[in-house]
């Protein structure tokens, strides 16, 4: 007999089952409270980043119950275009699951169902809209009278919310989950961290008695790194071939115009893009998304369209063209990267334009004045973010109310920018912006105000009569684009506004005591174009491989790319993505090692006991043939 006793040596312990059937020697972080509070019949709420390792928190549960004799696990997700890969995966690891979705023909739903109902499936995911039906509610009833309903794993539990933006209608009627089926243990999953949403996971869902788990939602792998916009394409092109050549990434654009443009685009300077929008038709969105899925080292040209539900574990690099509209978004979009652990980067790239178009969109928008004000409060944050002269983590992590100290891999820990002291400098441009309004009750946009900072003699400072000004050239000894970065870091530091559709420049109240003298102001020194752009900048690297083969001899590099090879081929056989198949983790690790034998190969992460059985051969073969 099992033993219901989860810590036992069995073959139901969730040590043994991780080892066993994924391959892996420890749990992370929270995974094993998570996995014993659930496989002893209790409710969780898990609040964990992406990439933290959600899926294993329920799928051992599952397994070890199902082993324990209680049936089947009813996992509730509403991504239906990632249910095929997850089962997939499932499959590829010897463990009994599938999916109930419009995508099926009856007969294979219908074989599905008998799965289900005979109890001998482990996990069936569905959608929540299917859940509801009164035909579903049949079966789970017909399953909980014979003692096979196991478990519900309710993944994505932010959709519940009205607070965020993934609200799902269906996702509230899943309280009659525990109504109909109280003894039935329930876990609930989301990355969604705020307080706002946790109050209501707990009260729609009924989820007053489960155990709650925080992890912090740190992602250390991730690099962040901020760059003054200086044309974007040229130094987002020089960021994918020097950091990232021939590796998966994502680009967001604002547009769905930018974003074809500038696929189009990386596909003339050699790297392999594919663009992905709402507007695209369908059938191409999808060809688009799948192949980026299944293909290596492709590179997706996006709007946030592109977005929940990419659980492609080797996305090296995300990269954001404009603007993100909060943090929220910015961590959202960015925590897509590196799921697998495996060093990533977050990079992004931003000039004063994209801070007056964000404020312009929220200040055009039909929304409540209430609204727009929370809006521009949290694009404030970013700016505050993206011209921080301190560590980008210790930032990030506090607006999601985590305290912690410098993190040794953002750009400002690894080059600490050089600071100035801009007093004198602001003080010249607030008043710059105070005379324009002295002068004729007027407000000009940055340009102008540079322009008469600066002593040009343009058409417009002539039109309006602004070379006498006492502002008039008082800035001559600062460039354009040091200027800016004053500009920019004024903003950010809330003492300018930019407004309107011609992001007409304001002064704040704070602004007050800075041209009294009274405040000193720091700034970050802006990089000139041509420095940036030579060897000693900081953005330049040398070429490098990709994270995992940087450390490989000759030899070793041969073994990956063989494996590598030979997992396409895998995975185009069996019509899922590579990772499923392996992970470019385990692979590096099997190159390194260069196993001889199957028992060589079971020792390492990511091997369990069904791909060994299925792959171990070939794999000891192929190494031993080069
Ligand atoms: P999430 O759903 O939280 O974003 P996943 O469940 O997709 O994260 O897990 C992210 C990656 O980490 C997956 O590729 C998974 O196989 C891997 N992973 C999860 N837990 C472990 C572990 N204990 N040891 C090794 N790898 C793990
Ligand atoms: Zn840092």
């Known amino acids: 007999m099992p033993s219901l006793d989860p810590r036992s040596d069995t073959v139901d312990a969730p040590e043994a089952i991780l080892h066993e059937v994924f391959g892996y020697p420890a749990f992370r972080g929270q995974q094993q409270a998570i ?88 996990l069936l995911y569905a959608a929540p809209e299917r859940v509801t039906t009164l035909r579903f509610q049949a079966q789970l009833a017909s399953l909980h009278e014979r003692g096979l309903l196991s478990l519900f794993a309710i993944d994505e539990a932010h959709c519940v919310s009205q607070w965020g933006h993934d609200f799902r209608e269906e996702y509230l009627q899943l309280s009659l989950l525990h109504e109909r089926f109280a003894d039935v243990p329930r876990i609930a999953l989301t990355a969604t961290a705020d307080d706002h949403t946790r109050a209501d996971m707990i009260e729609r ?13 740190d992602r250390p792998n991730i690099r962040y790194t901020l760059v003054e916009k200086d044309n974007p394409r040229q130094q987002l092109l020089r960021f994918i071939r020097d950091e990232h050549p021939g590796e998966a990434g994502v680009v967001y654009c604002q547009s769905r115009r930018k974003v074809e443009e500038t696929a189009e685009w990386l596909v003339g300077q050699g790297v392999a893009a594919l663009p992905y929008h709402a507007g695209l038709e369908a059938g191409m969105r999808q060809r688009h998304q799948d192949r980026f899925l299944r293909e290596e080292g492709l590179v997706m040209v996006a709007t946030i369209a592109f977005g929940m539900g990419i659980d492609k574990p080797d996305v090296r690099f995300v990269a954001h063209l404009d603007l993100p509209k909060n943090i929220e978004g910015y961590y959202q979009e960015t925590g897509r990267a590196g799921r697998d652990g495996a060093p990533a980067d977050a990079w992004l790239t931003y000039g004063l334009a994209d801070v007056v178009n964000q404020r312009r969109m929220i200040d055009e928008s039909p929304a409540a004045d209430e609204f727009k004000r929370v809006q521009r409060g949290k694009l404030d944050a970013l700016l505050a973010l993206a011209e921080a002269h301190d560590c980008r983590r210790v930032r990030l992590l506090a607006y999601f109310g985590e305290a912690s100290g410098p993190c ?7 080059t600490p920018p050089r600071t100035w002291d801009g007093t004198e400098a602001a003080r010249k441009l607030l008043s710059g912006i105070y005379r324009f309004w002295q002068h004729g009750q007027q407000r000009f946009g940055a340009g102008h105000l540079i322009d008469v900072l600066r002593g040009r003699q343009t058409d417009k400072v002539a039109q309006y009569g602004h070379h006498s000004l006492s502002t008039f050239g008082v800035g001559a000894d600062l460039s354009e684009t040091q200027w800016r970065a004053v500009l920019r870091q004024l903003i950010a530091l809330g003492h300018v506004v930019a407004e309107g559709e011609y992001g007409t420049l304001g002064l704040t109240e704070s602004a007050r005591a800075v041209l009294r003298g009274e ?16 060897a000693a900048g900081r953005t330049v690297r040398a070429a490098r491989a990709s994270a ?4 490989m001899d000759t030899a070793c590099l041969g073994r990956f790319q063989a494996l590598k090879r030979w997992r396409a081929d895998v995975a185009r056989e069996h019509n899922l993505p590579a990772y ?20 060589d190969l079971s020792g390492i992460s990511g091997v369990g006991a069904k791909k060994l059985d299925a792959y171990g051969q070939a794999i000891v073969d192929l190494l031993g043939a080069l």
């Not at 405040?519 to 030579?534: C, N, Q």
């Not at 995992?548 to 450390?551: L, Y």
């Open 35 to 122: 996995v014993e509070q659930v496989i002893g019949g209790g409710d969780a709420l898990v609040l964990m980043p992406t990439g933290g390792g959600k899926s294993l928190c329920y799928q051992v549960p599952a397994i070890a119950r199902h082993r324990q004799g209680r049936g089947v696990t009813i996992v509730v997700s509403p991504l239906i275009a990632l249910m095929h890969d997850q089962v997939g995966a499932l499959e590829e690891a010897g463990v009994h699951a599938a999916f109930l979705n419009s995508s099926l023909s009856s007969d294979d739903a219908q074989r599905v169902e008998r799965e289900m109902m005979s109890g001998r499936l482990v």
């Open 205 to 217: 869902l009924s989820l007053h008695d489960a155990r709650v788990f925080i992890s912090s939602f």
């Open 408 to 414: 040794g891999n953002c750009d400002n820990c690894l």
């Open 519 to 534: 405040v000193s102001i720091v700034l970050k020194e802006a990089i000139e174009p041509a420095a940036r752009r030579g």
């Open 548 to 551: 995992h083969e940087a450390d």
């Open 580 to 599: 499923v198949v392996f992970h470019d983790a385990t692979l590096a690790d099997m190159a390194r090692a260069a196993p001889r034998s199957l028992d």
